[in-house]
């Protein structure tokens, strides 16, 4: 919400190039998590990390990577191995009262 | 068989009526209960949250959960155009001492004026 900030709102990639999405939040919670959404299929978690510099792969992390050097910053690579990579992507929080909270996403394009 | 189970619709109402929207879920592990409402291009909202079996009112909006049953509900009441949008239930379970979160497809709900 408010204190979750993604960005690009629209993004468009070459084949064969990475692209990394930022995630950033002022909200002081450990848990943040990546998924992504595609017609039809619902959410899909990509990749999560409950602690700085630490993340684990969710169900769907293959040609994906993530970092989380910072509390406030957990961005998301989306690589050249990613086969299919046209997607909404959103990040969440986690509040530590079992909810999590969204923020406005980042629409991905592959041309 | 998917953990959770959710129409995805498209379901169509007209404004005044009550609408219900409903997931089913098969994993006993299922502790937490979340109504979010999505729109069009836009980040899920969380709208309801509850832990317990019974009924939780806020607004217009009631969610319900029954685990003997294993199902969800959430019942609009008064429904209006600005209603429509996507609605996705989501479950939470502690899995490996963190919170998994498991989606519905979401129902896709339209109000007509």
């Known amino acids: 919400d408010g204190g979750i900030t993604q960005s690009p709102k629209y993004l468009f990639r070459k084949e064969g190039q990475n692209v990394t999405l930022s995630c950033e939040q002022n909200?002081?919670?450990?848990?943040m998590y990546w998924y992504r959404q595609d017609p039809g299929q619902g959410l899909r978690l990509i990749y999560y990390?409950?602690?700085?510099?630490?993340?684990q792969k969710g169900d769907i992390a293959e040609g994906y990577s993530v970092s989380r050097e910072k509390k406030e910053s957990f961005p998301l690579t989306v690589t050249s191995a990613q086969k299919n990579p046209t997607a909404f992507y959103l990040c969440?929080?986690?509040?530590?009262?079992?909810?999590?909270?969204f923020g406005e996403g980042s629409w991905l394009t592959v041309v | 068989q998917k953990e959770v189970e959710q129409d995805p619709g498209p379901l169509s109402v007209p404004e005044g009526a009550i609408v219900s929207l409903n997931c089913t879920y098969s994993?006993?592990?299922?502790?937490?209960f979340m109504w979010y409402r999505q729109y069009s291009r836009k980040g899920p909202e969380l709208l309801m949250y509850?832990?317990?079996?019974g009924n939780k009112e806020d607004g217009r909006f009631t969610a319900q959960v029954d685990k003997s049953s294993k199902y969800i509900s959430l019942f609009i009441r008064d429904s209006q155009p600005s209603d429509s949008a996507t609605y996705l239930c989501?479950?939470?379970?502690?899995?490996?001492?963190?919170?998994?979160?498991?989606f519905g497809i979401g129902t896709k709900l339209q109000v007509i004026p």
């Open positions: 969440a929080l986690g509040t530590g009262r079992n909810t999590i909270y």
């Open positions: 909200l002081n919670h450990d848990a």
């Open positions: 990390s409950q602690i700085v510099n630490d993340f």
């Open positions: 994993n006993s592990a299922f502790q937490y």
């Open positions: 509850t832990y317990s079996s």
């Open positions: 989501a479950m939470t379970e502690n899995s490996g001492g963190y919170q998994k979160v498991t």
